[in-house]
């Protein structure tokens, strides 16, 4: 029997609205561990859950939401269902869970408006630090993911109609742009570069301008295309770089740019 959605929970007092969920997924199992691991942060809640994907469709439609995680298996056609559900909240930024995703149903599924696509044995903490991302606007690509649309790119082209092809850059704007195509972070960039996170964002703000650019993953693609920075990140101090297994920029981060801090 199909399980009902459930009504909204109401809103703490913080002052910050939470990140409001949907949980699309065939296995009870598996909403109910996230439903329990979600209730231990203040800053996200499951507003609805679904174990179909007609389900899926009336909660996006019926429930206020941010982000709904869906899993893959719910339709026959992840893709063909990925536009419909957007349909129905076209607001909404949808998280794919997969089980072992190729690369033309990851490029498809971005394609189609995917805002990320996770493994269904991702870490509990990247899952969260992906569902923020998204519901802040930003992309989510692991670097699997990353590698497999850069490799699309250059072997198809980039059609971008808004970049500015003639723009200049300041040697400091140079600097972070080549680190944000290295898939480093803010925090990274800041320590290489020798200032704060929050010039670092500035500086990103005003290259996306320039550009005419609105992320880092299509900054990072603008890069390669124009072949801008090439050669331009300032040499490394001795410090930790990140895991093989952390997202590159959980990949592409912050507002525009190839990565998220």
Avoid at 121 to 139: F, Y
Avoid at 196 to 208: D, M
Wanted: glycine share 4%.
């Amino acid at each position: 029997m199909a399980e009902e959605l459930e009504a909204p929970p109401v809103e703490t007092g913080t002052g910050k609205r939470p990140v409001r969920i949907i949980l699309a997924d065939s296995q009870a199992i598996f909403r109910a561990g996230l439903r329990k691991i979600f209730a231990l942060e203040d800053d996200l809640r499951v507003v609805a859950q679904a174990e179909t994907f007609a389900q899926a469709v009336s909660a996006a439609g019926k429930f206020e939401s941010d982000v709904i995680l869906l899993e893959s298996a719910l339709a026959p056609n992840p893709a063909e269902a990925l536009t419909e559900l957007m349909k129905a909240a076209p607001s909404v930024r949808v998280v794919v869970v997969t089980s072992q995703p190729t690369q033309d149903e990851t490029l498809e599924l971005y394609r189609r408006g995917a805002q990320g696509i996770v493994s269904r044995t991702i870490e509990p903490e990247l899952l969260m630090h992906c569902l923020r991302k998204v519901a802040s606007g930003e992309p989510w690509l692991d670097e699997k993911s990353a590698n497999w649309v850069l490799q699309a790119y250059r072997s198809q082209g980039f059609q971008g109609t808004t970049t500015k092809s003639h723009v200049h850059l300041t040697h400091k704007e140079m600097q972070i742009v080549a680190c944000v195509t290295q898939g480093m972070k803010n925090k990274e960039i800041a320590s290489r570069v020798g200032t704060t996170e929050q010039v670092v964002k500035n500086y990103l703000r005003k290259v996306y301008d320039k550009l005419g650019v609105s992320d880092r993953l299509e900054l990072a693609l603008y890069c390669l295309h124009h072949h801008v920075a090439d050669n331009g990140v300032p040499p490394a101090p001795a410090e930790r770089r990140p895991a093989a297994s952390e997202p590159a920029a959980a990949v592409f981060p912050n507002n525009l740019t190839l990565k998220t801090s």
